[in-house]
């Protein structure tokens, strides 16, 4: 087994005053070239819009793009005519394929909106574009790692082009969960959205992420009410 610990304040920053974002990998002025990347997981950013501010339109192309909503309410529009409000509970997808412009904003003008934005590196170019959302019950995610996503259309969850699972957890303190790892050649980031979790004797905190690879099984105690994200990703591109 081998694991690479990211702790919250080792994260890179960028705070435009409307915008406070926290990288975990690099992204805009933020760049390490120790964390470019987890396998096909590009991109992890932590972030903080005031209300009524967001981002402009926008292009993408080839790459999938999830956005996670935790807290408040995130106005999406796209180039394929999409036009909708995510929130919590909420997971949304957009592979951008041959490319596609969007926008993305904070809907209210009295509270912030705070997401998690990811990029995973897909396995097929030039794909038709597509967007895709689903809401999440919270009972699903109650002492139980629930897939959220996948690379199969018929799967629980949102699907992407990639050979990549991922599931959320909410547990309260004492329970132990296991993750099976779908396939050999792939590795696991876990990123902890709130409490504090020991992952195989790794402590994790609030926002920590810790990746892990060339294991089959990996141990998740919760030392609190806790709430992470697994993303199981093909480790090598």
Do not use: C
Not at 109 to 120: A, M, P
Not at 206 to 228: A, Y
């Amino acid at each position: 087994m081998k694991t690479i610990m990211h702790t919250s304040e080792t994260r890179g920053t960028a705070n435009l005053g409307w915008l406070n974002s926290y990288h975990s990998f690099s992204f805009g002025n933020y760049y390490n070239p120790e964390r470019m990347s987890f396998g096909a997981l590009r991109v992890l950013n932590d972030d903080t819009v005031s209300a009524g501010m967001g981002f402009g339109k926008h292009p993408h192309d080839n790459m999938e793009i999830i956005s996670i909503p935790l807290e408040g309410d995130l106005e999406h529009k796209d180039s394929m005519g999409n036009t909708t409000v995510i929130k919590q509970g909420d997971i949304q997808v957009m592979s951008a394929g041959t490319g596609v412009f969007h926008s993305e904003y904070n809907k209210n003008s009295d509270k912030e909106v705070k997401f998690l934005q990811i990029w995973v590196i897909p396995n097929k170019k030039n794909v038709t574009p597509r967007y895709d959302q689903i809401t999440i019950d919270d009972d699903n995610l109650e002492n139980n790692l629930y897939q959220i996503l996948s690379p199969n259309k018929d799967d629980n969850g949102i699907w992407i082009y990639q050979d990549a699972w991922f599931h959320m957890g909410q547990f309260e303190k004492g329970h132990t969960q296991h993750y099976s790892v779908k396939n050999k050649n792939n590795g696991v980031y876990i990123f902890v959205l709130e409490g504090n979790v020991t992952v195989e004797n790794n402590e994790l905190k609030k926002r920590d992420g810790l990746g892990i690879w060339d294991t089959n099984e990996i141990k998740i105690e919760s030392n609190s009410t806790s709430k992470i994200l697994v993303m199981e990703v093909p480790i090598t591109q």
